[in-house]
């Protein structure tokens, strides 16, 4: 620690060290940091498990009116993995690096996506409780696992439990987007995530014969329709598109080719093959027809078709003023005059879940000037970002705490 370093950047790069890496993540070693950090405040602390192994750890300060409609802040506390040999710093050590503007880097998996979120809601806690503030709403920090790899461990089975009830949450701020400029996205949708496995059979025979009817035959028009979807939603998306800038993507369908598998040996022709596509489904489009459009890919092709998580549906948050949460939340962001920007997430989020238990949800991150480096190599943020964002996270505490 370097002299200068705020108390508020050394418990970051704590959180930031606790290596919670899929396919292991060491959840107890976090739920612990997060338990300490929330008792070191002053918070009522609690850990659940609703899947084994998995914890959610929720942090409460008390409100002097608790039965009311609570605020709920949301994080993921794993992180995917790494190629370290691509990576200039140890992806677990947090580094701390002074840029020529006499700012600071901190480098670390995570760092983005989404541990900042977590430690800038703990730090804005932290002061409002130092400063004797009494709010009226209970507020709750949920830390929850596996959303990453889907979520069905994670905020899927916990929305499901009387502990997630028990929250009685009015609205929920949930994992958004640094931003590229000075603007502010706000997710307000997600697309839909429909990963698809398609499987063909065919023929079988000897490599050097000319094999009629064969899977890879079956598989291959269903491949080129895919493909030219595409290419169609990539033109729509580059019309939409700010110069150099991604953030309409959640406004178009994306395509992409991610796994093929079969085949035994080179002489031998496949009687099985699949491939698996994984698509994200813009809301802006009928879910249920471009399903049956899949499925009839599929059956006039004579191949199989899976989807990988079927109940997946469309959750939109209506950015609507007359909710009184919505509209505190848009006021404070315009009382610091961020320009927000609305967006439909390109991704899914654990939002997703908590939507569809009725609660109005928000994607936000007040960090802004930082290229998107979720997931990837030397993940990183900007101190002072950080430090900002406390101070934004404060006053929405405040402001969405006293609705
Ligand atoms: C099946 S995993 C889904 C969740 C994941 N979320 C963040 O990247 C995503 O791919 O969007
Ligand atoms: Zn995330
Ligand atoms: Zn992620």
Redesign the pocket.
């Known amino acids: 620690m370097t002299l200068s370093e705020p108390e508020s950047v050394t418990r970051f790069r704590r959180f930031l060290q606790i290596n919670t890496m899929h396919p292991n993540p060491d959840y107890y070693a976090c739920a612990k940091f997060l338990v300490d950090q929330g008792a070191e405040i002053g918070l009522v602390t609690k850990t659940v498990e609703p899947v084994k192994g998995k914890p959610v750890v929720i942090l409460k300060l008390e409100g002097e009116s608790p039965s009311e409609k609570s605020l709920l802040l949301s994080c993921?506390t794993d992180v995917v993995p790494v190629f370290p040999e691509f990576w200039t710093h140890e992806p677990f050590a947090a580094d701390r690096v002074q840029t020529d503007t006499g700012d600071f880097k901190i480098f670390a998996r995570g760092s983005q996506?989404?541990k900042v979120t977590g430690s800038m809601y703990l730090e804005a806690l932290r002061l409002i409780v130092d400063s004797g503030k009494k709010l009226k709403r209970n507020v709750y920090v949920v830390f929850a696992p596996d959303?990453?790899i889907g979520g069905a461990d994670g905020v899927k089975a916990f929305v499901e439990t009387d502990d997630f009830k028990e929250l009685n949450a009015g609205f929920d701020l949930d994992?958004g987007l640094p931003s590229a400029d000075h603007r502010s996205t706000v997710l307000y949708a997600e697309r839909t995530l429909s990963q698809v496995v398609f499987t063909a059979n065919g023929n079988t025979g000897h490599g050097s014969q000319f094999i009629e009817g064969t899977a890879i035959e079956k598989l291959l028009p269903v491949i080129n329709e895919l493909m030219a979807l595409r290419e169609k939603e990539k033109i729509k998306l580059d019309a939409l598109n700010d110069e150099g800038s991604n953030v309409r993507s959640g406004e178009v369908t994306s395509v992409n080719l991610t796994q093929i598998g079969g085949g035994k040996q080179p002489n031998v022709v496949p009687a099985t093959y699949s491939v698996t596509f994984d698509i994200r489904v813009t809301p802006n489009i009928d879910l249920e027809e471009f399903r049956s459009w899949l499925r009839d890919l599929a059956a006039k092709n004579d191949v199989d078709m899976q989807i990988l998580a079927p109940d997946e549906g469309r959750t939109i948050t209506k950015l609507d003023r007359s909710n009184p949460f919505i509209n505190t939340f848009l006021t404070v962001l315009e009382s610091k005059e961020i320009q927000i920007e609305p967006i439909i997430c390109p991704g899914a989020?654990d939002a997703r879940f908590v939507r569809l238990k009725g609660v109005p949800a928000l994607g936000f991150n007040p960090m802004r000037h930082q290229k998107l480096l979720?997931h990837d190599h030397d993940e990183h943020v900007l101190e002072s970002e950080y430090l900002y964002g406390i101070g934004i996270y404060q006053s929405l505490i405040e402001e969405l705490a006293n609705v």
Do not use: L, R
């Open positions: 993921h996506d989404m959303e990453e994992e989020t979720a």
